[in-house]
């Protein structure tokens, strides 16, 4: 009897665990098909707000179009619509804008070449900027560094305003231009930067002035003060004269 009735009770334990066990699935089905709908509800909201979104953009785009600028199909590359983060090019913001590099070495007219480009009221030269060590210690800074620049948001002494058409740098080959020289060219490519490569023919009148240059950076012959470029356009216009007297006098 005691026998019978343990058995039984095992009988009715059984049966409950398949009771038990059919719910826990049901439970499962359950859950799985409330996930699923939810699922399903999140993909077709996120495509709702994509579509809306492209829409805003595109609409964006149809309100703000520049011209086509009345160039050669071959200039285009060089030719950028920058959008600076610092300010609004406003009523310039569809003036199209050149990227160039002035790559040179020490003492070879690269600095007075900059101050006669900087006269001009719309090109705008940033000097040596690789000359601090910080921006050129890799090829991310060197990077961020250019795209600051290019994107008119470099603000030096150069910088000319929101209507500026050429922006660009000096660049000497020993500030990290020939340690990077393939990822620089890389990026002069990507970007459409226009690269102008100044050298001194006369490699003895570049010695002659490294050497001046170093003399009078102890001498100070000059009131006391040591110059190594002409920056003021006066300055300019006299070394213009002077260099165009030598070169007539050196042909
Ligand atoms: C400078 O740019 C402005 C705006 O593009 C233009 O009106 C002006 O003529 C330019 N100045 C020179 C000297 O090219
Ligand atoms: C590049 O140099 C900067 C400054 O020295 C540093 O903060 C950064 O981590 C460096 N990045 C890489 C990828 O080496
Ligand atoms: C040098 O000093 C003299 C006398 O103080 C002054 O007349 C002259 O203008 C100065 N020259 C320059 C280039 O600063």
Request: contains cysteine; positive net charge.
């Amino acid at each position: 009897m005691a026998d019978d009735l343990s058995s039984f009770a095992k009988d009715v334990l059984l049966v409950k665990g398949l009771k038990n066990s059919t719910l826990v699935w049901r439970l499962v089905v359950l859950t799985f098909a409330m996930v699923c709908g939810v699922y399903i509800c999140t993909i077709c909201l996120k495509q709702i707000g994509t579509s809306s979104k492209i829409g805003l953009l595109d609409i964006k785009v149809i309100q703000n179009p520049c011209p086509e600028p009345n160039i050669e199909p071959w200039e285009i590359p060089y030719v950028h619509y920058p959008n600076p983060k610092t300010y609004s090019r406003e009523e310039c913001s569809c003036h199209p804008v050149r990227y160039f590099a002035i790559l040179s070495m020490q003492r070879s007219g690269s600095g007075w070449f900059e101050t006669f480009l900087n006269s001009h009221p719309n090109i705008s030269s940033n000097g040596e900027i690789f000359s601090v060590k910080v921006r050129r210690s890799n090829v991310s800074t060197i990077t961020e560094t250019l795209d600051t620049i290019y994107n008119l948001d470099w603000l030096s002494s150069a910088s000319k305003n929101e209507c500026t058409t050429a922006v660009g740098l000096k660049w000497m080959l020993n500030q990290g231009l020939m340690q990077h020289h393939e990822q620089i060219a890389e990026y002069f490519r990507i970007h459409g930067v226009s690269v102008i490569f100044l050298f001194r023919r006369n490699l003895l009148r570049r010695m002659v002035s490294l050497l001046a240059n170093e003399y009078d950076r102890n001498a100070k012959l000059l009131n006391g003060t040591h110059k190594s470029h002409v920056h003021s356009p006066k300055e300019v216009s006299v070394c213009t004269l002077f260099c165009a007297c030598m070169c007539a006098t050196c042909v």
